[in-house]
């Protein structure tokens, strides 16, 4: 554990000297025109890919339903959803991924649930874009333990890696509030996987809405206001209920003059697929092509990629990523293919003539230093009348945690409540204060309660 301690500490340090820079630096999209409703978009995968995540063969693991902003040298900045650790099922991962997915930076952990706040639970299902200086991550997240009633929250930040601050309702900072709240029947899945894309001052933002069947909806804001999410605007349904299918990831292509949604139907099934639908106006989609061959059986949640305003540019590379794998404890791999665009006369939605491609899933060997490291106090919520050690673990990618024993700083709490002195909460008075953890510029946060001595 030592040894591994010290190993992490050595791999966070060489993550602070190679920071990430630059990115999502395309010009905005230029005003387009509808394209040629008489042509139908194809897509197809040119080969079965690259693997860009593998679960580990001592913790499993999994990132799946990836957003994908590319940039101007051909870059891809990735988001994931990601295992979580103890009572926290997920987090939101980032990393950046060069030469079409064969190398990639050091990963970081980016959203994190806040103890005793609307995402107590789960941060998942990132969908990323970025304008007016901004990265905005929209995530799917649940108060409740089964994994129903989800919303949606939404965070921002002048980096990829963040740190980011998260939508409170009327502005933005450390306790989030909903940027879409489910007010269905709580014991369906609710509302979550969002997707973004910039039409000129507005933002169109494409989520799931899951009651016995998943719909995707539309809801507009206005992108020149600085606290957009209490613009939206719901406009209707732009795909309706889907046969298996799960979230829909949606990107404008200048060239066609029309939306493009991707997602996954007969999900986890040997005869999966991807399905291809598209649009005119945004709101009404109509099917028009499949993506089977090349692809890996049992393959869920997909993303496509473009550039940071959610348009793709004519001659951009354009990339399809989804998890694939029957959760068997091992985990979910991560497939990326680039995709080859163009149009034919009529839709291709049947799927019975194409094959899909069948692969073991091969655990990455064990290893000392983790793929990616964050820190996380020991509980999200403490409820104190004496002093009580404040302890800061590491997780690694395996999902393990273990102790930082240096490095860690504690800050923004409330003075008159109480006093950290070597890493030892002190009650001053009764109440309540957000404390916050910094560790190698990878940040989280706890609730601290101070109540009255037994």
Known sequence: MVLKTLLVCLYALEAVCSPITGGGDFE????????????????DAVDTGVEIYAPSENGGGYHYGPSMILNTDGSLDVWCATNGSGDVADFVGYFRLYDG????????????????????????????????????????????????????????????????EKWTGSGWGAEPAPMIEYDGNPDYWGAGEPSFVLMGNELYVYYSWNTDTTSTRLAVADATDENWPATLKYKGVAIPDKQSGDSADVKYLD??????????????????????????????????????????????????SGRADGHIGAGDPVYLGYGYGVWDGVGWPTQLHELRLSTADAPMTDDSAEENVEMNIKPRQGRLISEYVTVKPEKLVYNISKPTPLFAMGLDSDGYLFPVLIGTRFYGYDKSVIRIVGGVMIPVAEGSTRVFLNWNGNISSCLVNVVSAD
């Open 255 to 304: 060239e066609y003059g029309r939306f493009i949604a991707v997602f996954t139907e007969k999900r986890f099934s040997t005869n999966s697929y991807v399905a291809v639908w598209e649009s005119f106006d945004g709101l009404n989609f109509r099917p028009c092509d499949i993506i089977k061959t090349n692809t890996i059986q049992n393959l869920h949640n997909c993303g496509i």
């Open 101 to 164: 997915g064969k190398r990639r930076s050091i990963e970081k952990t980016v959203i994190e649930a806040t103890g005793g706040g609307w995402d107590s639970f789960s941060t998942c299902d990132p969908g990323v874009i970025k304008f007016g200086g901004y990265y905005y991550i929209g995530y799917t997240t649940t108060l409740d333990r089964r994994g129903v009633d989800n919303d949606i929250c939404v965070a921002r930040s002048k980096n990829p890696d963040g740190p980011f």
């Open 28 to 43: 905005p999209s230029a005003p387009v025109s509808p394209g040629d409703t008489s042509k139908y978009m194809r897509a």
